[in-house]
């Protein structure tokens, strides 16, 4: 079946432009993660949801950054007001559950260039 | 708190060599440890878990890891490397459903 799948693929916006991220997860899965990976770093975990409702948004690193799941499948990660330092490739993610020994299936990412 | 280290940035092996990358983690509990390969312009792969039981874990790709709670490691190795193997390599432990990762440890294969 199919797998994650994110868009776009790339991103490149002038600083200061706001952005919008889309995920769509396995079909079914209740569990949708968003990760942040700088270069030369690990994914950081930015959000997660359970169905449409948004449980942790922990790692979010400031209220520039927003995300829904209005309907409890597609997500949108929305950046306003683009800063340098957000450039990154941003990992949607998603599984059956959320628990600790869950497999999370990842997307291939969304690269995001801020000049 | 928890953490994720993964010592070597970048190895390069000969094709056919046996590889071992190095994971040590930092968690209070009992810790759920992945290791994820990550492909040029790819998503994360998981290669293989372990959160109980057979402390040698075996995965997809002829990779297996093995969880030392005494060395809080969590090594993973494969006996001869192919080629296709060169990529990049995440640890990461499980915390409250989300996944703490390594820094990652890029792989080169020489022929």
């Known amino acids: 079946g199919a797998g994650v799948s994110q868009s776009p693929r790339y991103k490149v916006a002038k600083r200061g432009q706001d952005v919008a991220l889309r995920c769509d997860p396995i079909?079914?899965?209740?569990?949708l993660f968003w990760y942040q990976q700088a270069l030369g770093q690990g994914p950081e975990f930015l959000t997660y949801?359970?169905?449409?409702?948004?449980?942790?948004k922990s790692g979010l690193p400031s209220d520039r950054f927003f995300a829904e799941r209005p309907e409890g499948s597609v997500s949108t990660l929305k950046i306003q007001r683009t800063q340098q330092e957000d450039s990154a490739v941003y990992l949607c993610?998603?599984?059956?559950?959320?628990?600790?020994?869950?497999?999370?299936?990842f997307g291939p990412g969304t690269r995001l260039l801020v000049l | 708190a928890q953490s994720v280290t993964q010592p070597d940035i970048h190895i390069t092996v000969s094709e056919g060599a046996s590889l071992e990358l190095r994971c040590n983690y930092s968690?209070?509990?009992?810790?759920?440890l992945f290791w994820y390969v990550q492909s040029p312009g790819q998503g994360l792969q998981l290669l293989l878990k372990?959160?109980?039981?057979?402390?040698l874990v075996q995965g997809i790709k002829g990779f297996e890891a093995e969880f030392k709670r005494s060395q809080s490691s969590f090594n993973l190795r494969k006996p001869s490397v192919h080629w296709s193997d060169a990529a990049e390599y995440f640890c990461?432990?499980?915390?409250?459903?989300?996944?703490?990762f390594g820094k990652g440890t890029k792989l080169s294969v020489k022929p």
């Open positions: 372990y959160f109980s039981g057979d402390t």
């Open positions: 949801f359970q169905n449409e409702a948004q449980l942790d």
């Open positions: 993610a998603s599984s059956s559950l959320r628990g600790q020994a869950e497999t999370q299936y």
């Open positions: 079909s079914g899965h209740v569990s």
């Open positions: 968690y209070g509990a009992t810790p759920y």
């Open positions: 990461a432990v499980g915390s409250q459903g989300n996944l703490i």
